[in-house]
Nanobody
Framework: QVHLVESGGGSVQPGGSLTLSCVAS????????MGWFRQAPGKEREFVAA???????EYYQDSVKGRFTISRDGENAVSLQMNLLQPEDSATYYC??????????????????WGQGTPVAVSS
């Protein structure tokens, strides 16, 4: 079992920045990759970004490319740097990890572990 804990959500004005962090504990040697999804009220949970532990490849949703950056922070942590935030980025952001292979980074069903979520609100 892998346990994920997110931090770093909050409120920001349009154009601002936030950094989300996620720390994994437990059977972390099983992890192939970690990522972030988000879910706005009344909408489906959607892929945001992911990072392969094996290849260091980064994956992004088109709408966040050039604004968000996912990175590995040490052995068992990942962060999401979010710049130029817009109101449409407002959502609860969930950290997730996969121990499955093969793994499709954008496929929610391929992830095995989820954090509790951290809210991000972008408004003026």
């Amino acid at each position: 079992q892998v346990h994920l804990v997110e931090s770093g959500g909050g409120s920001v004005q349009p154009g601002g920045s936030l950094t989300l962090s996620c720390v994994a504990s437990g059977r972390t040697l099983e992890i192939f990759g970690m990522g972030w999804f988000r879910q706005a009220p009344g909408k489906e949970r959607e892929f945001v970004a992911a990072l392969s532990w094996r290849t260091n490849s980064e994956y992004y949703q088109d709408s966040v490319k050039g604004r968000f950056t996912i990175s590995r922070d040490g052995e068992n942590a990942v962060s999401l740097q979010m710049n130029l935030l817009q109101p449409e980025d407002s959502a609860t952001y969930y950290c997730t990890a996969t121990s499955s292979a093969p793994w499709s980074p954008t496929n929610r069903a391929d992830y095995d572990y989820w954090g509790q979520g951290t809210p991000v609100a972008v408004s003026s």
